[in-house]
């Protein structure tokens, strides 16, 4: 977002030429009930968005042999002056309750706000899509947790695409074997 906000003469141009960006128009009179949510759907983005965040020193640790303590980095982050986020507190716990916790998404301690706050999340979302508001950091953290928490993947799908601009073939969900789909427009 700050690398699209620093583009403001290009957005303006785009903004004509493209004719994509509605008007934001915000009902206020809706009330405290949309900011709760709102609030509610940031709040989870924010937790999501912290244990990817940790996920990748945890991966940069072990690939690198860091050896880095997540229980002492929270503490590092919340006497920080940048990020003081008092949610640091809660993944702190997380850490102390189980020190080999491979995401903060399956902590104990947060497993519960996590599926509260999920649907709210989506509102979230499709508040701003309808009030044509880009929305690309809320909608991430809702993919992460998606992908995080799905037994199954899309990667058939990607195969797929492989196979049709490369023939590097694929597997199928339904039937056993590899598979190649011919040309579809010849």
Known sequence: MRQISARKDERVFAAEKLGVAQDVQIDETLGPDVVHFVESGLHLAFLITYAQGFSLLQAASAEKNYELDMIEITKIWRGGCIIRSAMLEDFRKAFEADRN?????IADNLVGTIQKEQNILKATIKFAIAADVPCMAFASALN???????????????Q??????????????????TFHTPDWKA
């Open 101 to 105: 916790l491979v995401n903060l998404l």
């Open 144 to 158: 992460y947790l998606k992908a995080y928490g799905s037994e199954r993947l899309p990667a058939n799908l990607i």
């Open 160 to 177: 797929a695409q492989r196979d049709y601009f490369g023939a590097h073939t694929y597997q199928r969900v339904d039937k056993e074997g």
